[in-house]
């Protein structure tokens, strides 16, 4: 017996993926309502982030 055998013997399994979908479709467009709203001068801050000798506390 097949794999999809197996799926079509569960009832309402052809929700999940329209449940998956919408959740990978809301995610990103949350992510880019984020991005689109966030600071600019917080981004300038990550981006320097790596090069900022004072945050650093590995330094011998």
Known sequence: ???INYL???AGVSIFP???LTIFFAFF???LIYVAK???QH???LENLPFDD???KNNF
């Open 1 to 3: 017996m097949k794999f």
């Open 8 to 10: 079509e013997s569960i």
């Open 18 to 20: 329209m449940i998956s």
């Open 29 to 31: 467009i949350g992510l």
């Open 38 to 40: 966030v600071n600019k």
């Open 43 to 45: 981004i300038i801050e």
């Open 54 to 56: 004072k945050n650093d």
